[in-house]
């Protein structure tokens, strides 16, 4: 039996279990229990919202098994950043603590008192939602390829200086094969100009160095220690070698994944048209804007979203302007990856950038802008279908005239 007005949910969201608070429309709590993040306990959760007839639900994430079965099960889930919970807070409580308790009964009055102000959360479809798990899966592998790549070279400038000054990136795949056959100072005193001319064209070093450029690197550097000791650090750098290349593989599976996902998406020539977007930008573009249309109704909503927008603050006669940063943070990542290389390939986007660097702005500040720019374009694009055309961009046309 439903309740007699519409309650409001708040749940405070936990790794194993959830505190859930229901409030009717005084504010009073009707009902305060904790859940279990499994099926049974989600199923459960879900009849009990319905017997207490509630109408919305308030939790900090926007993703994740709880928020799809109360989405796939028909209840308005609205978001409310974490951010905006921590500030929150002190509208409760003077001392402003985190309590489990006090933030779920916090979520469930703040979507009574300001649920109007709030957009509830649209799904986005099943298409897009696995294209941005494989995504944002690749960007957190790179991210460990990089902090290995990073250890590897802390441990080199001790145990072999010469393994890093050979090859420009260390973590490249000929810098890795080079470590792998020559992992200690004992093993590359065997190397002469000769020996590592015919290593490099065994492994097909693809670089436009001569061999005997890269052995001067080689030879001018600090030498590394020998003998016992050499041999355990040898150990060291092969195990962090082949960590670093076991990451690059997993890497390129998920790259693989991405480009079938993207070509078999219905808006993934939308985005692969962009200037040097190429397949992973693409990629991640649609996978954090999504192909609900109702989530961006204007430009403008796209980039605050993204955060590409200053934010203007004003208290009495003080107003600042400041860089927005409560934003949402993989889709600003996405856009400014995006608009930082278009525009070596878009005159236009160039165009705006050098302006922007010439009126004293720095190059992130620069990027922004660039940003902001496209998601005029990249809006009209996205609500058309459309691939873009830079025939038909005015701002391109205008800049071609000139």
Same mark, same amino acid.
């Given at each position: 039996?439903?309740?007699?007005?519409?309650?409001?949910?708040?749940?405070?969201?936990?790794?194993?279990?959830?505190?859930?608070?229901?409030?009717?429309?005084?504010?009073?709590?009707?009902?305060?229990?904790?859940?279990?993040?499994?099926?049974?306990?989600? !199923?459960?959760?879900?009849?009990?919202?319905?017997?207490?007839?509630?109408?919305?639900?308030?939790?900090?994430?926007?993703?994740?098994?709880?928020?799809?079965?109360?989405?796939?099960?028909?209840?308005?889930?609205?978001?409310?950043?974490?951010? !905006?919970?921590?500030?929150?807070?002190?509208?409760?409580?003077?001392?402003?603590?985190?309590?489990?308790?006090?933030?779920?009964?916090?979520?469930?009055?703040?979507?009574?008192?300001?649920?109007?102000?709030?957009?509830?959360?649209?799904?986005?479809?099943? @298409?897009?939602?696995?294209?941005?798990?494989?995504?944002?899966?690749?960007?957190?592998?790179?991210?460990?390829?990089?902090?290995?790549?990073?250890?590897?070279?802390?441990?080199?400038?001790?145990?072999?200086?010469?393994?890093?000054?050979? &090859? @420009?990136?260390?973590?490249?795949? #000929?810098?890795?094969?080079?470590?792998?056959?020559?992992?200690?100072?004992?093993? @590359?005193?065997?190397?002469?100009?000769?020996?590592?001319?015919?290593?490099?064209?065994?492994?097909?070093?693809?670089?436009?160095?001569?061999?005997?450029?890269?052995?001067?690197?080689?030879?001018?550097?600090?030498?590394?220690?020998?003998?016992?000791?050499?041999?355990?650090?040898?150990?060291?750098?092969?195990?962090?070698?082949?960590? #670093?290349?076991?990451?690059?593989?997993?890497?390129?599976?998920?790259?693989?994944?991405?480009?079938?996902?993207?070509?078999?998406?219905?808006?993934?020539?939308? &985005?692969?048209?962009?200037?040097?977007?190429?397949?992973?930008?693409?990629?991640?573009?649609?996978?954090? #804007?999504?192909?609900?249309?109702?989530?961006?109704?204007?430009?403008?909503?796209?980039? @605050?979203?993204?955060?590409?927008?200053?934010?203007?603050?004003?208290?009495?006669?003080?107003?600042?302007?400041?860089?927005?940063?409560?934003?949402?943070?993989?889709?600003?990542?996405?856009?400014?990856?995006?608009?930082?290389?278009?525009?070596?390939?878009?005159?236009?986007?160039?165009?705006?950038?050098?302006?922007?660097?010439?009126?004293?702005?720095?190059?992130?500040?620069?990027?922004?802008?660039?940003?902001?720019?496209?998601?005029?374009?990249?809006?009209?694009?996205?609500?058309?279908?459309?691939?873009?055309?830079?025939?038909?961009?005015?701002?391109?046309?205008?800049?071609?005239?000139?």
């Amino acid at each position: 039996m439903h309740h007699p007005t519409p309650c409001f949910a708040g749940i405070d969201w936990a790794m194993r279990s959830h505190v859930v608070c229901v409030i009717d429309a005084a504010g009073e709590t009707v009902e305060r229990f904790e859940v279990a993040h499994d099926a049974p306990g989600l !199923s459960a959760l879900g009849r009990r919202f319905e017997r207490l007839g509630v109408a919305q639900v308030a939790i900090e994430r926007p993703d994740g098994p709880v928020v799809d079965h109360l989405v796939a099960s028909g209840f308005e889930v609205v978001v409310v950043p974490s951010r !905006s919970v921590k500030v929150l807070r002190t509208r409760y409580s003077l001392a402003g603590n985190k309590s489990d308790g006090a933030d779920a009964y916090m979520l469930a009055d703040v979507l009574r008192t300001d649920g109007h102000r709030l957009r509830a959360l649209t799904p986005d479809s099943a @298409a897009t939602q696995a294209l941005r798990a494989v995504v944002r899966a690749r960007k957190d592998l790179v991210a460990h390829r990089v902090a290995l790549v990073q250890q590897l070279e802390a441990h080199l400038e001790r145990a072999f200086p010469g393994g890093t000054r050979v &090859f @420009a990136e260390t973590g490249s795949p #000929i810098a890795l094969r080079f470590l792998r056959r020559f992992p200690t100072q004992v093993k @590359a005193d065997w190397l002469s100009p000769a020996r590592l001319a015919a290593w490099l064209s065994a492994n097909a070093y693809s670089g436009r160095k001569d061999p005997g450029v890269l052995f001067g690197r080689l030879d001018s550097a600090p030498d590394g220690p020998r003998g016992e000791e050499a041999e355990l650090l040898g150990v060291v750098t092969l195990a962090l070698v082949r960590a #670093i290349e076991d990451m690059r593989e997993r890497i390129a599976e998920l790259e693989a994944r991405i480009a079938e996902r993207l070509v078999l998406h219905p808006l993934g020539h939308v &985005f692969t048209s962009l200037p040097r977007a190429g397949t992973v930008r693409a990629a991640a573009l649609l996978a954090e #804007i999504g192909d609900c249309k109702e989530r961006f109704p204007t430009p403008e909503s796209l980039a @605050a979203l993204a955060g590409v927008v200053p934010s203007t603050r004003a208290s009495g006669q003080h107003t600042a302007v400041v860089h927005r940063h409560i934003c949402n943070k993989p889709l600003k990542t996405a856009l400014c990856d995006f608009a930082q290389d278009s525009r070596f390939d878009s005159p236009w986007a160039a165009d705006i950038y050098n302006r922007a660097r010439a009126s004293g702005k720095r190059h992130p500040h620069a990027v922004r802008i660039v940003a902001r720019s496209w998601c005029q374009v990249i809006w009209r694009c996205w609500q058309d279908e459309v691939p873009y055309d830079p025939v038909r961009h005015v701002g391109a046309q205008r800049l071609r005239a000139a």
